[in-house]
């Protein structure tokens, strides 16, 4: 069958994107799906800063490439052997697949899987198949997704049903911001109530992080960034404290205000910058936890004494440490209850054709999350 989808043939291109276009739309002929994998209907996608630093060239990838992770959709046809879907099903994709043998899966962190990395290194779905093609040409696959397309091929490892009721323009968000940011929260630090929590970078993996920590009860909940309206936004959504990360006296400030430091600070914008701030609030004894994605030549240096001295906790958080098939439910139920409003992180709905503008306002600041409502979704 076909496909339009977003392609990016290229990395490296500079905006504005509206006049270099990186991504291309073209009709792509999609295989049917193979032993363990299903076709969906994409119905919605997010723009994520994760799609952005492929078209920047920070994060290398295959080319070309049909870009998009942060879905949900509907399934259309099973392949052989999934018995546990069916037509009609709503499932938000998860960007990293997990084989479920490896050691990290066997241990309960399927983010970390292995296979499921190696082939979303190779730009392949879990099985090591590219179901796309250009031209008879194969099309890499973006972390087994592909979303910016209004079909997809995916593993059934990508996937996780979810309640039919939920509007796709917000269960997309489940598949990244809110796993990665709230997961952040919950599972890699499991802040405790009445905690102090800081949160460098206001996109939308942190203000989904600053969503977990309202909803963990934290008692001080300090939001840093260089954009004065996200720092509003913050505010309403439950930040105590705002501060502006271009300020040179900010480091002293949150930690005048914080009585010494935070004890749970989350750098969310991957930048090494952003890194720095992040560690430096944080108190003694405290945790600082990143999920951001720099380039990866980007390296930070830390006192060495300090981890020592002030028995201070670095942690990486990849996915939020979720569970998808645990967490996105989960999740989901509380957005339901009214205890995680994630749909007050949608900025805007566009649809395919102005996704070039929509990346240069994400690269912009200006919006949090830019969703893509897919042709007759």
């Given at each position: 069958?076909?496909?339009?989808?977003?392609?990016?043939?290229?990395?490296?291109?500079?905006?504005?994107?509206?006049?270099?276009?990186?991504?291309?739309?073209?009709?792509?002929?999609?295989?049917?799906?193979?032993?363990?994998?299903?076709?969906?209907?994409?119905?919605?996608?997010?723009?994520?800063?994760?799609?952005?630093?492929?078209?920047?060239?920070?994060?290398?990838?295959?080319?070309?490439?049909a870009l998009?992770?942060?879905?949900?959709?509907?399934?259309?046809?099973?392949?052989?052997?999934?018995?546990?879907?069916?037509?009609?099903?709503?499932?938000?994709?998860?960007?990293?697949?997990?084989?479920?043998?490896?050691?990290?899966?066997?241990?309960?962190?399927?983010?970390?899987?292995?296979?499921?990395?190696?082939?979303?290194?190779?730009?392949?779905?879990?099985?090591?198949?590219?179901?796309?093609?250009?031209?008879?040409?194969?099309?890499?696959?973006?972390?087994?997704?592909?979303?910016?397309?209004?079909?997809?091929?995916?593993?059934?490892?990508?996937?996780?049903?979810?309640?039919?009721?939920?509007?796709?323009?917000?269960?997309?968000?489940?598949?990244?911001?809110?796993?990665?940011?709230?997961?952040?929260?919950?599972?890699?630090?499991?802040?405790?109530?009445?905690?102090?929590?800081?949160?460098?970078?206001?996109?939308?993996?942190?203000?989904?992080?600053?969503?977990?920590?309202?909803?963990?009860?934290?008692?001080?909940?300090?939001?840093?960034?260089?954009?004065?309206?996200?720092?509003?936004?913050?505010?309403?959504?439950?930040?105590?404290?705002?501060?502006?990360?271009?300020?040179?006296?900010?480091?002293?400030?949150?930690?005048?205000?914080?009585?010494?430091?935070?004890?749970?600070?989350?750098?969310?914008?991957?930048?090494?910058?952003?890194?720095?701030?992040?560690?430096?609030?944080?108190?003694?004894?405290?945790?600082?936890?990143?999920?951001?994605?720099?380039?990866?030549?980007?390296e930070w240096?830390?006192?060495?004494?300090?981890?020592?001295?002030?028995?201070?906790?670095?942690?990486?958080?990849?996915?939020?440490?979720?569970?998808?098939?645990?967490?996105?439910?989960?999740?989901?139920?509380?957005f339901q209850?009214?205890?995680?409003?994630?749909?007050?992180?949608?900025?805007?709905?566009?649809?395919?054709?102005?996704?070039?503008?929509?990346?240069?306002?994400?690269?912009?600041?200006?919006?949090?999350?830019?969703?893509?409502?897919?042709?007759?979704?």
């Amino acid at each position: 069958m076909q496909t339009r989808a977003a392609v990016l043939m290229e990395m490296g291109a500079r905006p504005p994107y509206a006049s270099t276009r990186p991504l291309r739309l073209e009709t792509l002929e999609l295989e049917p799906p193979g032993p363990g994998e299903v076709l969906i209907r994409v119905r919605a996608a997010g723009l994520c800063h994760s799609d952005l630093s492929v078209i920047e060239g920070a994060r290398p990838r295959p080319m070309p490439m049909a870009l998009g992770h942060e879905a949900a959709g509907e399934v259309v046809e099973l392949g052989e052997g999934v018995t546990d879907l069916a037509p009609g099903d709503h499932v938000v994709c998860a960007f990293v697949p997990s084989c479920g043998h490896c050691a990290p899966c066997q241990e309960g962190r399927p983010a970390l899987c292995e296979p499921g990395a190696e082939a979303n290194g190779r730009g392949t779905l879990l099985s090591g198949a590219r179901r796309l093609r250009l031209g008879g040409q194969p099309v890499h696959h973006h972390l087994g997704v592909s979303a910016f397309s209004d079909y997809a091929v995916v593993s059934r490892r990508s996937l996780v049903r979810i309640d039919p009721s939920l509007p796709f323009e917000h269960a997309a968000l489940f598949g990244c911001a809110v796993m990665t940011g709230v997961g952040a929260i919950v599972n890699t630090a499991r802040v405790p109530v009445g905690a102090s929590v800081g949160i460098v970078g206001l996109g939308g993996v942190g203000l989904a992080a600053l969503l977990g920590a309202v909803a963990s009860s934290a008692r001080h909940i300090a939001a840093i960034d260089v954009n004065p309206e996200k720092l509003a936004f913050a505010r309403e959504l439950g930040a105590t404290h705002t501060y502006d990360a271009r300020d040179p006296g900010v480091i002293d400030k949150v930690r005048a205000d914080s009585a010494g430091g935070l004890e749970y600070v989350f750098e969310t914008a991957g930048s090494v910058a952003a890194m720095k701030t992040a560690f430096m609030v944080t108190r003694r004894g405290g945790t600082t936890v990143t999920t951001g994605l720099p380039d990866p030549r980007h390296e930070w240096s830390v006192p060495q004494v300090l981890l020592a001295a002030e028995e201070r906790t670095i942690r990486g958080s990849y996915v939020g440490s979720c569970i998808p098939s645990r967490d996105i439910p989960r999740f989901i139920s509380l957005f339901q209850q009214g205890k995680l409003p994630v749909d007050r992180l949608v900025s805007d709905v566009i649809d395919l054709d102005h996704i070039n503008e929509g990346f240069d306002r994400l690269a912009a600041g200006e919006a949090v999350r830019i969703v893509v409502r897919m042709s007759g979704a």
